[in-house]
T-cell receptor
Framework: EAQVTQNPRYLITVTGKKLTVTCSQN?????MSWYRQDPGLGLRQIYY???????DKGDVPEGYKVSRKEKRNFPLILESPSPNQTSLYFC?????????????FGEGSRLTVL | AQSVTQLDSQVPVFEEAPVELRCNYS??????LFWYVQYPNQGLQLLLK??????LVKGINGFEAEFNKSQTSFHLRKPSVHISDTAEYFC???????????FGAGTRLAVHP
């Protein structure tokens, strides 16, 4: 089954404790992206990657890092989480064959930073 | 910069009634527009899209949307809703970056029996 898998789905952590949210897709997509969803704000792009070893900032990259060492994986790293990073995070992927806006989303990771 | 405004944060409706979820966009260039749906505790999935051609776009689950350039709108409609349509709906526009979507704030559709 074609899917985007995120882990963990739920996480409660404390300020300053480094964490990683993993994202893996099995569709051989070149393009991957991270979004955060906050009430009243919709989804905002954090980082994206056009292919292996190619990443770039989205609209709200502060406090986050990403890496793309393999095509299927695109982890989101919070080096020193803060309470304002409490949010619902989504990973998404698509093929690079056309700029069509058709993204495949994971089920989301709800992060709470105390 | 492109932006999307969803005019209703919540829309309650009774089962089998028609529904319209409103979306306005701002853009000075050609637009590609989308509606995504998010069922409870799930990720987003594409409902329908407008890239070019016919202004009336049909999507999955009986939904359709009409692109209106003069009113800069892309409203989503369904003639008869079901309980299973209860979800959050996001309007989005393709921005300048590759496959970068700008999302609206979302409209929560609650279908009541």
């Amino acid at each position: 089954e074609a899917q985007v898998t995120q882990n963990p789905r739920y996480l409660i952590t404390v300020t300053g404790k480094k964490l990683t949210v993993t994202c893996s897709q099995n569709m051989n997509h070149e393009y991957m992206s991270w979004y955060r969803q906050d009430p009243g704000l919709g989804l905002r792009q954090i980082y994206y990657s056009m292919n292996v070893e190619v990443t770039d900032k989205g609209d709200v990259p502060e406090g986050y890092k990403v890496s793309r060492k393999e095509k299927r994986n695109f982890p989101l790293i919070l080096e020193s989480p803060s309470p304002n990073q409490t949010s619902l995070y989504f990973c998404a992927s698509s093929w690079a064959g056309g700029n069509t806006g058709e993204l495949f989303f994971g089920e989301g990771s709800r992060l709470t930073v105390l | 910069a492109q932006s999307v405004t969803q005019l209703d944060s919540q829309v309650p409706v009774f089962e089998e009634a028609p529904v319209e979820l409103r979306c306005n966009y701002s853009s000075s260039v050609s637009v590609y527009l989308f509606w995504y749906v998010q069922y409870p505790n799930q990720g987003l999935q594409l409902l329908l899209k407008y890239l070019s051609g016919s202004t009336l776009v049909k999507g999955i689950n009986g939904f359709e949307a009409e692109f209106n350039k003069s009113q800069t709108s892309f409203h989503l409609r369904k003639p008869s809703v079901h309980i299973s349509d209860t979800a959050e709906y996001f309007c989005a526009v393709l921005s300048g970056g590759y496959n970068k979507l700008i999302f609206g704030a979302g409209t929560r559709l609650a279908v009541h029996p």
